[in-house]
């Protein structure tokens, strides 16, 4: 049985930082790219950043890029993203997900989801 659990999410003033991790048991886990998706209420789930299967190459939305890192740990099955430079409008739901593709930013493909946690980012 597939599991992913997020830990990690809170409430954070604007311009700070939190580290959200996955943990994923019950898949190999080198054999799925990871994702890390968000969904804030009356929203659309919307793609974040991507790991590929090594951890070698990585892809983020655009609004992610330069303030958000995604990487894994193969060794213990974990995945993180460090957020900093948080904004009020990065304020959802975070999920992590599995998938064997690269880059896959369509949350519709992706085979395994974690149950989401709240990151709050207050103005």
């Known amino acids: 049985q597939v599991q992913l659990v997020e830990s990690g999410g809170g409430l954070v003033q604007a311009g700070g930082s939190l580290r959200l991790t996955c943990a994923a048991s019950g898949l190999t886990f080198t054999n799925y790219a990871m994702g890390w998706f968000r969904q804030a209420p009356g929203k659309d789930r919307e793609f974040v950043a991507a790991?590929?299967?090594?951890?070698?190459?990585?892809n983020y939305t655009e609004s992610a890029k330069g303030r958000f890192t995604i990487w894994r740990d193969n060794a213990q099955n974990l995945v993180y993203l460090e957020m900093t430079k948080l904004r009020p409008e990065d304020t959802a739901a975070y999920y992590c997900a599995a998938d064997r593709a690269f880059p896959a930013t369509d949350p519709h493909i992706y085979d395994y989801w974690g149950q989401g946690n709240q990151v709050t980012v207050s103005s």
């Open positions: 790991v590929s299967w090594s951890g070698s190459r990585t």
